[in-house]
């Protein structure tokens, strides 16, 4: 068991434009983040991950990036950054910086350069090609609604955009863009950031000139060709040229790689990544219309697929842990109950998933209870992936306008990017100007300010739980067994070190549901550590757990 400080931590994810804003213009911005920080010093959380705050023209947010060293003008200076660097290392807070180096917006330097002739300097830092027969040069499919390529007048060809049109993808098959980015991340580092969380670093080596579709180990309907061995070719190099020499963490996001696959990309002997995000447990429900379909969360499979990850990644790897991010919709209304068991659930969720073996993310607003959003209008929505696929359907006639919106209120992007809620004051205390997106109307109930001194409030249940991870080292390093497989109601399992055993149930229903000890767990003492009910520990054999109880039992075999 080798023991890291990114093992032991809690990391908390920031949102930049919907934390905290603090000139008045809508937008959240560097320093909300700062005014935010002894809000996260009181959680407890000790790495923030940070969205990307870098110059955009914000086709995506801030995830079209053009120009790698400048801070969006939105969000504040170089020195509001700087400034943010120095107040949350002076709180023991890291900062791990978002990098996105797939793709740049159309607006980067670069790419303005790439598109202007055939032998530019800068041409082949992006992936062009001709068209076949007047159509792009393949059919892949752009996660974000129709073709993956985009045809440019000015010299005749396609260029490569797995995202929006204004993001074009990086080819990184020429060293010279290998180097840019490495120097880039060199750059940040040396000011003192503490890690990376990589966006779609699984994507990055692409076989677009191979007619078949090629064994890809990382799966894409849209994209078939990922180049599993390039991929960890790229890593290593980026490891031996700038990760190694720093102590720092990183993530990558890695959809469609699986649990084997994973082991490649973080796997002790590898010298890639130290975590990677999964998209399985995310993904339970999804159709052929992906996402968009009707997605019915199923606790068997849910236990089945966390499980196997905690199985396999036993084997030198490691877990991050996360139920909700900017691109999901909120936990507790996903997985959870968001009307009548909202409290209950959402701690339950929070439970199941901090005590796991790995990293626990938590996305901001999750620690509050934030729930999803139901906006009548299209107009109120923001995100391109929304938009553009309520396009895609609707104008098809795919699915009616009322299917579409219903799609949309489920798994839609925008339900996790509603502005913070500090307070129950206008606009949930997030801006004095007009928010760039509105506000959930249930701020007047959820919101920070009446849960920070409220003992049995969410905030201060996420609050215990991160305690107990700095107090028991069996949080961090035990190892985790299923228990009661095949129960449909709850999840239970075990998380062992030495002569402890940490027993974790979590009823996902809101029916009563009753637990049975399996007999061949021991132990002479046992501990409640937390529980979102008031619990009577004397019975651990037999209980009825209550709709949606969570209840963690420290077991000492002495
Ligand atoms: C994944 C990010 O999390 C998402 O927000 C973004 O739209 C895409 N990558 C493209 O950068």
Known sequence: MSKK???ESVIYQIYPRSFKDSNGDGIGDIKGVIQGLDYLKRLGINIIWLSPVYESPN?????????????????????DFDLLLKE????????VM????NHTSDEHQWFKESRKSKDNKYRDYYIWRNGKNGQPPNDWISF????????????????????????????????????????????????GIDGFRMDVISLIAKDIDIDDEKDSKVVMPNIPNINNERVHKFLQEMNREVLSKYDIMTVGETPGVDPQEALNFVGNDRNELNMIFQFEHV???????????????????FKDIMSKWQDVLENGGWNSLYLSNHDQPRSVSRFGNDTEYREESAKMLATCIHMMKGTPYVYQGEELGMTNVKFDSLDDYRDIETINAYKEYVESGKKTKEEMMEAIYKRGRDNARTPFQWDDSENAGFTEGTPWIRVNPNYKTINAKSQLDDENSVFNYYRKLIELRKKYEIIAYGKYKLILDDDK?????????NNETLLVMCNFSDKNSK???????KYNKKEVLISNYNVNCDEIEKIDLKPYEARVYLLIDR
């Open 515 to 521: 637990f049975t000890l399996p007999e061949d767990i």
């Open 283 to 301: 993904g339970i429900g999804d159709g052929p219309d992906g996402k968009w379909g009707k997605s019915e969360f199923n606790l068997k499979e």
């Open 98 to 101: 978002d990098l996105v180096v």
């Open 5 to 7: 400080w990114w093992k």
């Open 59 to 79: 086709d995506d947010n801030g995830y079209d990036i053009s120009n790698y060293r400048a801070i969006m003008k939105e969000f504040g200076t170089m020195e």
């Open 489 to 497: 109601n709850i999840y239970a399992y075990l998380r062992k070190l």
């Open 88 to 95: 949350a290392h002076k709180r023991d807070i890291k900062i």
């Open 144 to 191: 974000f609604s129709g073709s993956a390529w985009e045809y440019d007048k000015t010299t005749e060809m396609y260029y490569l955009h797995l995202f929006s049109k204004k993001q074009a993808d990086l080819n990184w098959e020429n060293a010279e863009v290998r180097k840019e980015v490495f120097d880039m991340m060199k750059w940040w580092l040396d000011k």
